[in-house]
Structure formats: structure tokens, C-alpha cells
């Protein structure tokens, strides 16, 4: 079973201030999605990343894939209420399932 | 966009109850998915779907749950005697390549009384 430790549980800071999320394995990953996700809804996909290293950015978003596909990070630059949210991490193994994080949950204050 | 819809929003029904609940996944995706999480906890994996036939199940997905593709375009989740802690929400995903940027649907949400 691939185990994704995210950290931190819980985040709440100030609009404008930048963030780091992280999202651990002892795993190694084919593809590592970011969801997010609201209350009573669905989780909506952010970004896949596929390559060690690889780095992909959605407006103030920046997503990393470790080097060994075992690990990312999602930064966030000048944080917006808008942002609050439920962050999810899910690792793709080698078989056709998919497991998830806990998640990191994002507040954002005005 | 095309997105997955998922049918219906909220069920709720007595212990002991069968209960199907139905998804139509975006039309040229061939992975199809079942997820669940319950209140407050962390979304897990039951099954994922292929070629009419189940290609991954886990731990949580036992004898009581079955899944079926019975047209073109649905794709349903059949819990045969519900138990109070199915509660929960039920997501359907599905993708276009194997275990690859899933997309979600909305979730129906399952109440067993």
C-alpha cells in the first residue's frame, strides 16, 4: 500500500503571504496529481506531474515532483482568500488505482 | 467542458437496503473509478475499471459492492446490503489513460439509517 504523509494538516495565514505544502512517500510514483477539493464537492485536478524534477506552474501555483518521484511540494505566491481550500496529493503506482493523501487544509484570512 | 456527472446527489436508505448508484463518465475516457470518503476523513480508492472488467479493487471493495458498465455511457456503483458505515460520500472519476489525471464528479452523498 503507497502511504502519502501531506504536511502541514492544517495552514492559516494572511492574504498576501507565500506558502509551502508537501506531500511524502516512501513510494515511488508513475504520476502524482494535486486536487482540490471543497466542502461537499468533488475534488477538482490542479496539475500532473510525471517526470523527476519536473516543475509546472499555474499562475501563482508552483508545483514540484521530487527527483525521485517520491515526493512534491506545492508552493503558493501572495496567497488570496480565494485560495482557501482543501489541497490533495494523489500518488499513481504501477497498478490502475490511485490513493490519496489526507490533504493539507488552507485558509486564507483577508 | 466536459465534465462527470453523477446521479443522484443524495440517497439516503435503510441498513440492509441495496443501492445503485450511477455515473456517466466523460465520453472518451476508458478509466472508470469509485471512490469514497467519509466524513471528515481522507478519499479511498475501490475500484478502478476497464475493458468491461475490474482492474484494480482495494481492501475496502468486498463481496457486498459490484460495479457494471451496463450501456455506453453509465458506469454504476451496487452495494447489495448497505451497512451504517457506508455512509459516506461516493465520487466516480474517470481518465482517458490508465491511472492518469482523473477527473472527478460531484459525489453522491449515501446516508444509511
Known amino acids: 500500500t503507497q502511504l502519502l504523509e501531506q504536511s502541514p494538516q492544517f495552514l492559516s495565514i494572511q492574504e498576501g503571504e507565500n506558502l509551502t505544502v508537501y506531500c511524502n512517500s516512501s513510494s515511488v510514483f508513475s504520476s502524482l496529481q494535486w486536487y482540490r477539493q471543497e466542502p461537499g464537492e468533488g475534488p477538482v485536478l490542479l496539475v500532473t506531474?510525471?517526470?523527476?524534477?519536473e516543475v509546472k506552474k499555474l499562475k501563482r501555483l508552483t508545483f514540484q515532483f521530487g527527483d525521485a518521484r517520491k515526493d512534491s511540494s506545492l508552493h503558493i505566491t501572495a496567497a488570496q482568500p480565494g485560495d482557501t481550500g482543501l489541497y490533495l496529493c494523489a500518488g499513481a503506482g504501477n497498478n490502475n488505482d490511485m490513493r490519496f493523501g489526507a490533504g493539507t487544509r488552507l485558509t486564507v484570512k483577508p | 467542458e466536459p465534465e462527470v456527472t453523477q446521479t443522484p446527489s443524495h440517497q439516503v436508505t435503510q441498513m440492509g437496503q441495496e443501492v445503485i448508484l450511477r455515473c456517466v463518465p466523460i465520453s472518451n475516457h476508458l478509466y472508470f473509478y469509485w471512490y469514497r470518503q467519509i466524513l471528515g476523513q481522507k478519499v479511498e480508492f475501490l475500484v478502478s475499471?476497464?475493458?468491461?472488467?475490474?482492474?484494480?479493487k482495494s481492501e475496502i471493495f468486498d463481496d457486498q459492492f459490484s460495479v457494471e458498465r451496463p450501456d455506453g455511457s453509465n458506469f454504476t456503483l451496487k452495494i447489495r446490503s448497505t451497512k451504517l458505515e457506508d455512509s459516506a460520500m461516493y465520487f466516480c472519476?474517470?481518465?482517458?489513460?490508465?491511472?492518469?489525471?482523473?477527473?472527478f464528479g460531484p459525489g453522491t452523498r449515501l446516508t444509511v439509517t
Open positions: 506531474v510525471v517526470t523527476g524534477g
Open positions: 475499471f476497464y475493458n468491461n472488467e475490474i482492474s484494480e
Open positions: 472519476a474517470s481518465s482517458e489513460f490508465r491511472a492518469y489525471e482523473q477527473y
